[in-house]
């Protein structure tokens, strides 16, 4: 393999070989002994380069992640769709995208991960491009499309975080983080945004996937142009200290390298054996479990709100202009920022004080969240101004854990598994969290209204009783981060000897 070009040293010296630098992107800390001083140098103008581009990609990810969410009522008047159905179409969805991720994190532990990204972010927006063609004929088309979508989806959200923590160490990788997750709730709220006024502006809701393909190509060029070919992965820090004879590496021992160079199996195994990753893994099920449900029946959920409580008449057309997914764009956004702003800075404070205060401020954010999520539930048959404002701070709250719990995972994993481990995560969170919740609320929906004659105000009441369902799942989520704080403080010493 060739060694990175100048452009790329972290400035770690002396050079060594190179034959380890395929694997694991590292973020984990190192225990530097008495007599041992390796440092990085001050994050160069394009390390920040890397993170605007890594940035705009995702922030478009997401856009088009929720595009289906912002003008759901159309889609499912299109191809006359029951709850259950359009439900199932973010299922699809998130399925496809959490079966690639496992793969796309065992290649990024071991190959070129500007390829992979690059190439995940044309496949999904070609596809998302055809995806604005199909006729109502073919629905099932549409499923097929949203789940493609999803597999280039995964090939860049489970890469470009560990690049991320590779270019910066402990306080400047959680800034960055911080910075690139706020793009989610960015992208996810602009995704309703965009959705809602191509559609407006067009009368078409086909017009709103057209957007976000030239975007991707933008994103493309960019990668291309201003991402390295070759990205340096910061365990070159731990063979620097080994020649120095702080730690004994591959390039000291023999077939050491051997033994580096895991199976994938062996990788899974040992995360499995780090409570932190496990418990810390299921709290995000939980989040994602929450945010999925929401972020697709929430402008659906407040259309009849408002139908029931007749402040708008029923849209018999074929584009309803509703501006709830607007007003709940405006709001994820918002709140999004604010959320995972506060969350960093919450962590960068308390950790000052409390070695556990990560997963503390994940479980009290989320038993904060689904208290305001159930007062939203329940008054949205009275108010729907205290709707909206309830529904932002569950939201809020919500968004304080993102950044949060990828910075937990960093730490509490060595260097050579985090992509494994992030691809893991992904699996297990949207496995049991947002793939089945937007479906499963649904479902819960049709089985409610088929016990009564069908009525609007029915129809909203079967959508409410089955958002119940995520104010304990949200519970069960703090439980879980509660749990992963017993443990968090041995896992992470174990990972600083690595």
Known sequence: MQNPSADENTDLQPRVPSEEQNYGATAARVRRGPHVRVSRNSPAKRDYLIVGVLC?????????WFIVPGILLDIQKYFDLSDGAAGLLQTVFILCYMLAAPFFGYLGDRYNRKAIIGAGIFFWSAVTLGTSFISESYYWIFFLSRG??????ASYSTV??????????EGKRTTMLSVFYICIPMGSGLGYVLASSMTHVTGDWHWAFR??????????????????????????????LSIHGSIRVAAEKPGAQGAAKTSWCQDV??????????????????????????????????YRAQVALGTVQQCLEKSCNSSNSLIFG???????????????????????TNNRAD??????????????????????QKNILSTFIFIAFGELFLSVNWAVVTDILLYVVTPRRQ????ALQILVSHLLGDAGSPYLVGMISNAIQAKKDQSFHWSFCSLQYSFIICVFVGVFGGVFFLLTSFYIEEDRKEAEQF
């Open 211 to 240: 957007v976000t393909p030239c975007m991707g190509g933008l994103a493309l060029v960019l990668l291309i142009l201003l991402v390295p070919h070759r990205i340096q992965r910061r365990t070159e820090a731990h063979r620097a």
């Open 269 to 302: 195994i040992s995360l499995g054996k780090n409570w932190s990753f496990v418990w810390s893994s299921l709290g995000l099920t939980a989040m994602a479990f929450v945010t999925g449900a929401l972020g697709l029946w929430v402008p659906m959920f407040l």
């Open 148 to 153: 493609l979508v999803g597999i280039g989806t």
């Open 160 to 169: 470009a975080p560990t690049i991320i923590a590779d270019r910066f160490d």
């Open 359 to 380: 997963p503390l401020i994940c479980a009290t954010s989320m038993f904060a969240s689904s208290l305001c999520l159930y007062i939203a539930i329940m008054v949205a």
């Open 330 to 352: 405006g709001i994820t956004i918002g709140t999004g920022i604010l959320g995972v702003i506060a969350g960093a800075e919450a962590a960068r404070r308390l950790r000052k």
């Open 419 to 422: 992509s494994t481990a992030i």
């Open 56 to 64: 705009y990609a995702n922030l478009i990810n997401f856009m088009d």
